[in-house]
């Protein structure tokens, strides 16, 4: 179902990818060939009105004459109904009761306490109804308010955005009818009570409040740009342009008074973002529009003053509502494994409700035989069915339901909520973790889902993008080699990896939070001081510029022997490009929105080379030069003619130009291996030169780009324009191939002016946070769409690759598949693409399987994958991906990513995260168990999906080893916990019930009972989830190897599990028959009385209550007040409880009025038996605890066996000399398990020699990371 | 959110330098030991000086407990009779049920006891049923509390089955199986000549007598069907003062139980021999039930009961035994810290 589901979703990414494309090529037209009607729509104009096309708008109908046609009047109605209003609430005022109660009945538990109550108001029942209802009330009531809360914040955002005002062509207040004209002019008016056919107009920066048709815009040729973050992520702007007959006819706010009649037909709502069909009729004409017009709900309105627009579609119709899907609900590993052990627990009931129904229809059997009565006191010779001896099957069979309500103790009732709280007060740690707090941005963590927050502490594959989460997204300009020659001299984080891989020192772990644990504040301030230091010395003064070389600086490239070229150069990279200037009115200070980051790089670095490009118009763009005859900043315009666009297949982006001298230019830029083909053979005087530079930045982990130029003459242009245009206006399937030939005609017989070199810079921390993942076995996957080079680049940076690994690279670029290619018969080339990739995958297990000791990359590219991910061959990959340090698929779509995803999912079956920031990530996001999404700059979208937002890569390590192994282990202990309190519960029920001979007494009376979960032990359990340690956040850190606790799933294996249900049973087991046996028919005080059913049950309860709460002390590892004081408020509570609950009157007390009080306070043998089975009820657990700890244990036992060594250290003892040596063998074995990472390239042998060393040197043992420096 | 774009560069320094001023606004989490989960703790270990220590103390506070409550336990004199069998007349033993229905034997029984020890007042006199199901549910259940409190509420007798009424629809007070099975057995205490009365005064719980059963609540209908049960109550005497039924009717937890019959306040001296005479009259024949006559006196702690103070005992010499053999174990075989087989995770390999 899932798994359909989501393949669709990537589908219709995929779909979406080609019609985005599709709508950036319109966009050039408008550049250069100015209006022109949608090509497609021919054919689709013809639908409208069919089914699915049906929707008719009147536009301003209630300012226009009334319309002519009765049905669409009633049509007009129907659609203005809906309103503009959204609602994503998931329950309303009428529907929340019966909806959130049916959410609630959907868990097992739940049922099972239902048909318990139910069964409590019948006679079957063991104890009161009311009593048996509570908890479950309780417990419901409980997570209703929590879904409330919710509930009404989502309500509160809504009625945020409802409320938000926008200006409506509407009448004014005291306006009468429709000669008011005067009183009909824009007026604010709130996003609610927008309908359709209304026409708004919307200003500079605002956000659109439904999908508008545009009608016209502040320009003259009626164009608007329009951002589409909340969208699709994309950042870059988006071109939209109304057509001529209504941009014509209604420029102003005073033209909409005598605008009136026109009609809007179009397709019905649906969740198509990058389709529009539909027409407008204006006078009795016909115009079809196109997404071109469509200005669609949340996206914003940029560079453009205003535009006015009429409404099509409102509130839930819009098409980013329609979008709106529900996040897929996960859910936790752990809570999976709950599920099975509440089966577990339910069979065990009813097994046990079995056991207690034959026994007691045996019993009940026995008491009539031939008349005569056996227990005559019960008179079974005048019963009810229950107990009717002559048909003791029925009333064995009716005492099962008895048995289900008494024994149910064993279901902890409060479990679930319980746990949700708990989880709720982890996501609260982590949004607050000021270690997790991004100043830079401003961004502190957020865990978006709580329910996943052990999952973070179980991953065992970590699959991350690359660009904007290894990398910060923020290319800089640090580079270029110019006629030959090399300009730049920034070192880049690449640069700087390899150094420190070629033997500088290992740079010291960057996380303050390892250090000075001692003052908080002191901590803070350093962190914070840190990043402030770290901001400054990292950030160029200008964003995107990172280049320094006085050479070319400050104008002086005018002395440089070619500046000729360099001019030309700095030209090209101020006009080649589809950018869009923003100046700023006030400072004057020019920024630009552009398509990808790399574009923005290279126009602020022609800025602040002296090019300054600062106005782009439908027709040209405008610079501020430096002449380099004057030495004067010259305005000069270029016209532009034509941009060929970039695609991934061309790999270049042209631009033709028509300069003031009426010269025209071909400007290009495009990756090496085309651009050097397309050289002119004559002008290759530095292209060797050119050439070995482009290799070197690429070494350094640069992106690089050829710059190109060519003249071109007025006849060769003609030529290329009318095939050009041609090509552009043709229908046919073959279309792009003909712009692609039209292109290559002047594409051609370059000059090379010289490379550029962007770095993308890798966000900071990025190498240190993959070694410690890696060092805590968690294996990491890159998946980007970036090309081989730069992937690997990018991997040996941030360690994932190191010399010595052996890369097994898996890729379709090799000559026979491109001669294939080129020969282009499909079949003949997809089945040895095929081929090819299983031959290479085959090859590179068996490299794996014949090597022992050494690690290995796998780096396969896209196209490979689309093979590899096929279902005979995906099994094979797999196998190899899983036996190799580290994997990196590059060049793969957002489909393959979530493929990808999810065959490591359900093939490795362990817990997968992914991790990215844009919307190609979101596939992958909402693929993987946990999503995490970077919100960096790539837009909200990657972070909308995700189940945990984090804003920088590094702090992927916090959140995992610390968070993640916390919350499992406090989750798993928790859990466990439950199990054994309701168990030792449960248990002494039962055994009581067998001294009644089965019939269904419980032990204790019924609100006592009741109280049990909800009062007398929930709080302790809470407590523990919250707050518990098993250890503390530095050690987590310190020695990542404990996280394995987690993906091993240690702490909620069978065995812990079973192990403390049979701790349970055995305390019930000590519990009943001390208490019994100590109280038995002798009389308990000096008074002379004797014991009864209130007294026994009363004193077998505060037995339970003592031991299950003290049982935490031998349970949790770290106690701060709130522990303590949640356990003996438990503890109080029930003595509390026990007078109070005495103290009401008899009738609704029972059995327990004035029970303790009267019987049990003054009775010293109460109190002796309490001291006595609390005691006996803990040894067992204690004892095997000590030989656990001792003998057999866990890492993080061991670990808290080294911080007690530690500490002891202070105060000098001849003993610790050996924590010295278990110190080093903990780390030695972090160190050892990794392939890759920063600590897998030092030796072990290296290592431990150096240790030896440095710890003992160490002034502050274990306090920070060791250092330790090899010469490798 | 961050409204600056990728693609968007600006010209300026950022907004680093703006940053400082506005710190106020940020969304930075506040700083407390709280939130950042460094609240002061302890953090338990279990070393072996902690483990020895804690098993020893216990150990050490729970022996002399167990030899106190065994001590007080030995104080107590305790004479047993069990006289279910005894009593039943030599001719009828094959056929003790229609002994005990049959209305026209006579159920009287001398039976002697021999006073042990010297047993000081007051002594308690009990009656022990063995095999009786006072905790059945059904027999729990089958009372009603209102009827009995309040005289207003006669009628109500739901609950109560199957002796709520009589066979004319009369309610029954006091209702229910409980009442109706109330054990009549009599006993009377001679020492030669000399009657030791029984005190049948305050045997029961002083809340039940005062908040349970209505001082105006008077029996009606009482054993009037054809089935009797157990013994009759007199209608004069209101429930409160019907001791013996308002302990009764404190039902027992466990199938064997005593039940306070009354008090002799008299000194008993060893060898003394009291002659008891009872009527034989409850029927535990038919269920195979033992019944005794218990005479006990009590400590502080209660009536002679071993168990606890054994059981102090027996967890306080584990626990000094445990501290032994840890001690032990912790000479012999410390752990060995830098032992790296036990440290390696293939000990599980599948994990799970």
């Known amino acids: ?1272 | 959110m961050n409204s600056h774009a990728a693609g968007t560069s600006n010209g300026g320094s950022g907004d680093a330098a703006a940053g400082g001023a506005a710190r106020r606004n940020t969304r930075m989490p506040k700083y407390s030991k709280f939130t950042q989960q460094e609240l002061p703790a302890c953090k338990p270990i279990l070393t072996p000086k902690w483990v020895v220590s804690v098993f020893f103390i216990v150990g050490v506070i729970f022996v002399p407990i167990g030899v106190v409550s065994l001590l007080a336990a030995r104080d107590v004199v305790e004479i047993i009779d069990r006289y279910d069998e005894a009593c039943v007349p030599s001719n009828m033993t094959e056929n003790k049920l229609a002994y005990i229905q049959n209305e026209t034997i006579s159920k009287e029984c001398i039976r002697n006891l021999t006073v042990t020890k010297d047993m000081k007042q007051p002594i308690f006199v009990y009656y022990e049923l063995d095999n009786f199901y006072q905790n059945h549910r059904r027999y729990v259940k089958s009372r009603n509390d209102a009827q009995l409190r309040d005289a207003s509420k006669a009628n109500q007798t739901s609950a109560c089955e199957p002796e709520k009424t009589t066979a004319n629809g009369q309610p029954i007070v006091p209702c229910g199986l409980i009442a109706w099975s109330l054990f009549n057995d009599t006993y009377n205490f001679t020492r030669g000549n000399e009657n030791l009365t029984v005190d049948k005064k305050d045997i029961s719980w002083k809340s039940d007598r005062e908040h349970k059963f209505g001082k105006d609540v008077y029996p009606s209908n009482f054993q009037n069907g054809a089935l009797k049960g157990g013994a009759t109550l007199n209608p004069k005497i209101p429930l409160s003062e019907q001791e013996d039924l308002i302990v009764w009717m404190r039902t027992a937890a466990l199938p064997t139980f005593r039940k306070l019959y009354g008090r002799i306040y008299f000194d008993l001296k060893e060898n003394d021999t009291i002659t008891v005479s009872l009527n034989n009259n409850y029927n535990t024949y038919s269920f195979g039930g033992k019944k005794r006559l218990v005479l006990s006196t009590a400590t502080w702690l209660g009536g002679k009961n071993d168990f606890l103070g054994f059981a102090y005992l027996i967890v306080g010499g584990l626990c000094i035994f445990l501290a032994f053999a840890f001690t032990l174990l912790y000479f012999i075989k410390p752990r060995k810290l830098g032992d790296h087989n036990y440290l390696s995770w293939n000990r599980h390999p599948a994990g799970r």
């Open chain 1, 1 to 1272: 179902m899932a798994g359909e589901d989501d393949g669709n979703t990537t589908n219709g990414r995929r779909r979406r990818r080609t019609r985005r494309s599709a709508v950036r090529l319109s966009k050039l037209y408008s550049y250069a060939c100015g209006r022109r009607p949608s090509v497609a729509d021919d054919h689709s104009v013809s639908r409208i009105g069919g089914p699915g096309f049906s929707r008719v708008v009147m536009v301003n109908a209630a300012a226009g004459e009334p319309p002519a046609a009765a049905d669409l009047l009633q049509h007009q109605q129907q659609i203005t109904a809906t309103t503009n209003s959204i609602s994503t609430t998931k329950y309303n005022l009428f529907t929340f009761l019966p909806k959130s109660l049916f959410e609630q009945f959907r868990r097992v538990a739940n049922i099972y306490f239902l048909l318990s109550a139910g069964i409590a108001y019948s006679p079957l029942a063991a104890y009161s109804s009311s009593s048996a209802i509570a908890p479950l009330v309780i417990v419901l009531v409980a997570t209703m308010i929590k879904e409330a809360i919710e509930d009404w914040r989502r309500n509160q955002q809504d009625t945020e955005v409802n409320n938000r005002t926008t200006q409506v062509f509407q009448q004014g207040g005291d306006g009468d009818g429709w000669d008011g004209d005067a009183a009909w002019s824009f007026r604010d008016a709130k996003w609610k009570d927008i309908r359709v056919g209304d026409i708004v107009k919307v200003h500079k920066d605002e956000f659109f409040p439904a999908d508008l048709v545009l009608l016209s815009s502040s320009y003259e040729d009626a164009i608007c740009y329009v951002e589409t973050m909340n969208l699709d992520g994309e950042t870059n702007l988006k071109l939209k342009q109304s057509l001529e007959v209504t941009s014509t006819t209604l420029p102003d706010d005073d033209s909409f008074r005598s605008f009136a009649g026109a009609v809007v037909r179009c397709e019905d709502p649906n969740a198509h973002l990058y389709t529009f069909v539909g027409n407008i009729e204006i006078d009795g004409q016909q115009h079809p529009l196109s997404p071109q017009q469509l200005l669609l709900r949340d996206s914003k309105l940029r560079n453009t003053d205003f535009v006015y627009g009429v409404v099509v579609f409102t509130g839930h119709d819009t098409k980013v509502m329609q979008n709106s899907m529900k996040v897929p609900s996960k859910r936790s590993n752990v809570e999976k494994k709950m599920d099975r052990v509440m089966y577990l627990l339910l069979f065990s009931l009813i097994v046990i409700s079995v056991v207690s129904s034959v026994f007691f229809g045996i019993a009940t059997g026995d008491d009539l035989q031939d008349g005569r009565m056996k227990r005559w006191y019960l008179r079974p010779d005048d019963t009810e069915i229950y107990y009717d001896p002559n048909r003791p099957a029925v009333a064995a069979l009716l005492h099962f339901f008895t048995a289900i309500m008494l024994y149910g103790y064993f279901i902890p009732i409060s479990l679930y909520i319980s746990i949700e709280i708990v989880k709720l007060l982890q996501a609260l740690f982590i949004n607050n973790d000021i270690h997790m707090y991004h100043r830079e941005t401003d961004t502190p963590a957020h865990a978006r889902t709580s329910n996943l927050n052990e999952e973070l502490g179980q991953v065992d594959t970590i699959l991350t993008d690359k660009t904007g989460t290894l990398t910060s997204n923020s290319m800089e300009f640090i580079k270029c080699s110019i006629a030959g020659t090399a300009y730049g001299r920034g070192i880049t984080e690449v640069e700087r990896a390899m150094a420190r891989r070629k033997g500088a020192p290992v740079i010291p772990n960057p996380d303050n939070m390892d250090k000075g644990n001692n003052s908080g504040i002191q901590q803070q301030q350093h962190i914070l001081s840190s990043s402030d230091s770290e901001g400054n010395n990292d950030k160029p003064a200008v964003k995107g510029f990172n280049f320094v070389d006085e050479r070319v600086m400050g104008g002086n490239w005018v002395n440089q022997p070619r500046s000729d070229v360099i001019e030309m150069f700095f030209r090209l990279l101020a006009v080649c490009h589809t950018c869009i200037p923003e100046v700023d009115q006030e400072s004057g200070k020019i920024s630009y929105e552009a398509e990808s980051p790399d574009e923005a790089a290279f126009v602020v670095a022609a800025r602040e080379l002296g090019f300054t490009f600062y106005k782009r118009t439908q027709t040209g763009v405008s610079l501020r030069e430096l002449d380099p005859s004057s030495g004067k900043q010259v305005d000069r315009s270029y016209k532009i003619l034509n941009v060929l666009e970039f695609n991934s297949a061309r790999k270049r982006m042209s631009v033709v130009v028509k300069n003031e001298e009426g010269k025209l230019f071909l400007f290009t830029k495009g990756a090496d291996s085309v651009m050097f083909e397309r050289l002119s053979g004559s002008e290759s005087a530095y292209r060797e030169v050119t050439q070995q530079h482009i290799n070197e930045y690429a070494d350094a982990g640069l992106r690089t780009l050829v710059l190109a130029y060519r003249e071109l003459k007025e006849d060769e242009y003609a030529y290329f324009d009318r095939k050009f245009t041609a090509a552009k206006n043709s229908v046919s399937t073959d279309r792009d191939e003909k712009i692609d030939e039209a292109a290559d005609l002047v594409e051609r017989d370059l000059i090379l002016l010289g490379a550029t070199a962007v770095e993308d810079k890798l966000q900071k921390g990025v190498p240190e946070c993959i070694d410690k993942l890696a060092q805590a076995g968690i294996k990491i996957w890159v998946l980007t769409g970036d090309k081989m080079e730069t992937a690997i680049n990018i991997g040996y940076a941030c360690s994932l690759l190191r010399q010595g690994m052996k890369q097994i690279t898996i890729t379709l670029e090799t000559a026979d598949i491109i001669a294939l290619e080129k020969v282009s018969d499909k079949t003949a080339l997809t089945k040895a693409s095929k081929d090819s990739v299983a031959r290479q995958i085959n090859e590179g297990k068996k490299l794996v399987n014949a090597s022992s000791g050494e690690s290995f990359a796998l780096i396969i590219d896209g196209k490979s994958l689309t093979y590899a991910l096929e279902d005979d061959t995906k099994d094979m990959f797999l196998d190899l991906a899983v036996g190799c340090g580290s994997v990196i698929c590059c060049r793969s779509s957002p489909k393959q990513k979530a493929l990808v995803t999810r065959l490591v999912k359900t093939g490795t079956g362990k817990v997968t995260l992914a991790i990215g920031d844009g919307a190609n990530d979101v596939g992958m996001i909402q693929e993987a168990d946990i999503g995490v999404g970077i919100s960096g700059a790539e837009g909200m979208q990657a972070v909308m999906a995700s189940d945990v937002s984090i804003a920088q890569f590094r702090f992927l390590e916090r959140l995992l080893l610390v968070h993640g192994h916390w919350c499992y282990s406090r989750i798993s202990s928790m859990i466990c916990y439950f199990f054994y309190k309701n168990i030792t519960f449960g248990v002494t029920l039962f055994l009581y019930d067998a001294y009644t001979s089965f019939s269904g007494q419980p032990f204790y009376n019924d609100w006592a009972m009741a109280c049990f979960n909800v009062f007398f032990t929930s709080l302790p359990v809470i407590a523990m989830g919250v707050f518990d340690q098993d250890v503390s956040a530095r050690f987590c850190l310190k020695f990542p190897m404990l996280y394995q606790e987690g993906p091993q799933n240690l702490l909620f294996q069978w065995q812990r599990i079973i192990g403390w249900m049979l701790n349970g049973v055995a305390c019930a087991v000590i519990i009943f028959f001390l208490s019994t046996a100590s109280l038995q028919h002798q009389a308990f005080r000096s008074g002379g009385e004797v014991s009864d059913m209130a007294t026994l049950g009363a004193t077998a309860y505060t037995c339970i209550v003592w031991a299950v709460n003290l049982q935490m002390y031998i349970t949790v590892s770290y106690f701060t007040l709130v522990q303590h004081v949640c356990i003996w408020l438990s503890i109080a509570l029930w003595y509390i409880f026990l007078p109070v609950y005495g103290a009401i009157t008899p009738s609704f007390s029972t059995t327990y009025y004035m029970v303790f009080v009267e019987a049990l306070a003054g009775a010293p043998s109460y109190w002796v038996v309490t001291l006595l089975v609390t005691a006996a009820a803990l040894i067992p657990y204690f004892t095997y605890a000590v030989v656990k700890s001792w003998f057999f244990p866990d890492y993080h036992n061991r670990i808290q066996w080294l911080r007690h060594r530690e500490k002891a250290k202070a105060h000098p003892d001849p003993e610790t000399s050996a924590d010295v040596e278990l110190s080093q063998v903990l780390r030695q074995f972090s160190v050892r398990s990794t392939g890759v990472g920063v600590s897998a390239r030092r030796d072990a042998t290296a290592v431990l020699r150096h240790l030896n060393v440095d710890y003992s040197q160490s002034p502050t043992p274990g306090a920070g990371v060791v250092v330790v420096t090899t010469d490798r």
